[in-house]
């Protein structure tokens, strides 16, 4: 199945938008009252975190527009999880019936 350009560069500007968005939460000031433990999700991050994230993403974002422009990772990650010919078949010689080898004198 082939993915149309226009939806990868769509995903692309979404993942960029949304590290944008990481690194200007982590900008943003903040009460310097102390922590505030009635913060949920993303605003109970550090800023540090964000940026990191938000640079993640950024990178992420960057990638996704390089692949849809045509370029090709330098490292091969099909072959995570092996070639199909590194693994033996199945020995189709015939077995003793039954017990372990060392029974069968």
Do not use: Q
Request: some cysteine; hydrophobic content about 50%; glycine content about 12%.
């Amino acid at each position: 199945m082939i993915v149309p350009r226009w939806l990868l560069f769509l995903v692309a500007a979404w993942v960029i938008a949304f590290g944008v968005f990481r690194i200007v939460i982590a900008l943003r000031r903040r009460e310097p009252s102390g922590p505030n433990f009635m913060r949920k999700g993303l605003y109970a991050r550090t800023p540090r975190s964000h940026v990191v994230f938000g640079g993640l993403y950024l990178l992420l974002g960057a990638v996704l527009i390089a692949t849809a422009l045509g370029w090709t990772l330098p490292m091969n990650l099909g072959a995570c999880g092996g070639k199909g010919d590194s693994v033996a078949p199945p020995d189709s010689s015939p077995r003793a019936a039954g017990g372990d080898s060392a029974s069968s004198k």
